[in-house]
């Protein structure tokens, strides 16, 4: 393993475990972080980061790092009990490019009855998390070369 991959992946194994203890989802992402260190992954490890960093108020259902699928489970904001969110990630490519990254949101409004129902969400907020993962993954990079 290359001193650089071997690099950001210990970088995202600490960042993992520090920030995401607080959460009951926190083994979770440092075992998805692990299985990516100790076996490669197939697509970019940018991308793979900055969407764990991105989405880590969100529950983690799963990840896979050869495929490149991160999905969280449903995220309900304290503030709007009413309404509730998951997310799928796909990363498309092993370059740091916008196109190897595809985000779809789901949303969930309580209807009368208590019930969840399916409800559209706005294109913009799939393309701001988009933004958010590519802008965090630059910064990875960055980060990265600064330190080498």
């Known amino acids: 393993m290359s001193r650089v991959r ?8 600490g960042v993992v475990a ?3 203890m607080h959460n009951q989802q926190g083994a979770a992402r440092i075992a998805a972080a692990k299985t990516a260190q100790t076996a490669g992954i197939g697509v970019n490890s940018y991308l ?21 699928t991160i999905i969280t489970d449903w995220y309900v ?7 509730r969110f998951k997310a799928t990630v796909y990363i498309l490519d092993t370059r740091l490019r916008a196109d190897g990254l595809n985000v779809t949101v789901f949303k ?4 009368a009855s208590g019930q969840w129902v399916d409800a559209p969400v706005a294109n913009q907020t799939e393309i701001d998390i988009e933004n958010s993962i590519l802008t965090r993954a630059r910064q990875l990079r960055l980060s990265n070369l600064n330190a080498g």
């Open 6 to 13: 071997m690099a950001v992946a210990v970088l995202a194994v």
């Open 18 to 20: 520090a920030g995401c």
């Open 48 to 68: 793979w980061r900055a969407s764990l960093d991105t989405l880590a108020f969100m529950p983690l259902a799963s990840a896979d790092p050869w495929g490149g």
């Open 77 to 83: 904001n304290p503030s709007k009990p009413n309404e």
């Open 108 to 111: 969930q409004l309580k209807d």
